[in-house]
């Protein structure tokens, strides 16, 4: 018997990363699972793991958080098969700097102002575009996920949801970044609205992450570390982070984990920067 038989997760970005990572927890605890994402070929293999290591439950339903309809869709068929929604986490929200032709390197929290390697700030060239495309990726998608899951939470009377950002809703790098304006706006609309859910017995809360060996961060690393070993690469993202190593998914899924499940029952409205000590804030 897991310490979740008989709960209901919903996740978006299930199939890879920390969201794929998330989702093993999750089963492994006998939740169980309906999750989305845009590829259906790496949803249905996750699907069709979780399946057969776990025995769980898994919904797997191709849906893009981009887009309302589907959006709707997405929540209403997981309601539908279920009945409610216990747990839901927002972990999609595409990086936008990896499809950007005019990004040099990636900026962190966790970068020195005047590091030789930092790329010339371009503010005053920079299209509003990219400001409203972050926004789209992150912020609106997750209330849109949010909006979209609510009546499906409020039908379990009560209910937990996680929605994972950047430490650089925190702390910005030393460039102007469209992601770390998206990232602060979703942190701030999520302690606020911890105070209009909390008397419905809805908690929600923040894993913001920094560092995490993911696909996306080593694509990252296969565009712009050309000519670079990934120690040299990624000694901007450890050397000034105390446990001077990146971490793992599996490390913010149970973050995300104890946000969600029950052991953190007394617990709302609050950040779990999950980082290594990259930004130490109180």
């Not at 990896?98 to 990004?103: F, L, Q, R, T």
């Not at 000694?235 to 190593?245: A, I």
Request: charged content about 20%; some cysteine.
């Amino acid at each position: 018997m897991g310490e979740l038989n008989g709960k209901i997760l919903a996740l978006t970005g299930g199939s890879k990363g920390i969201g794929r990572a998330a989702v093993e927890l999750f089963a492994k605890e006998g939740a169980a699972i309906a999750m989305c994402g845009r590829t259906a070929d790496t949803l249905n293999r996750a699907a069709k793991e979780l399946r057969e290591r776990y025995g769980a439950t898994v919904l797997p339903i191709v849906a893009d958080i981009m887009d309302r309809e589907s959006v709707d869709a997405f929540t209403a068929e997981v309601g539908e098969t279920f009945g409610r929604i216990d747990m839901l986490v927002n972990n999609a929200g595409e990086s936008e700097q990896h499809k950007s032709d005019k990004i040099v390197r990636p900026v962190l929290s966790e970068d020195p102002v005047g590091a030789s390697y930092l790329p010339a700030s371009r503010f005053s060239e920079m299209d509003e575009k990219e400001f409203q495309v972050a926004f789209e990726r992150k912020f609106f998608g997750m209330l849109r996920v949010t909006q979209s899951a609510l009546p499906w939470i409020r039908k379990a009377n009560s209910g937990s949801i996680v929605n994972i950002t950047s430490t650089k809703g925190i702390q910005p790098g030393p460039r102007t970044a469209t992601s770390a304006i998206a990232w602060a706006a979703c942190m701030n609309w999520t302690q606020g609205l911890s105070l209009e859910l909390g008397p419905e017995n809805i908690r929600i809360n923040i894993v913001s992450v920094g560092g995490i060996v993911t696909p996306n961060l080593m694509s990252a690393y296969e565009r712009w570390g050309k000519g670079m070993s990934e120690e040299e690469y990624f000694l901007p993202r450890t050397q000034n982070v105390p446990l001077q190593r990146l971490g793992t998914a599996e490390e913010v899924a149970e973050a995300i984990y104890f946000l969600a499940s029950p052991r953190g029952g007394y617990v709302t409205g609050q950040c779990v920067a999950t980082d290594g000590g990259g930004v130490r804030v109180i």
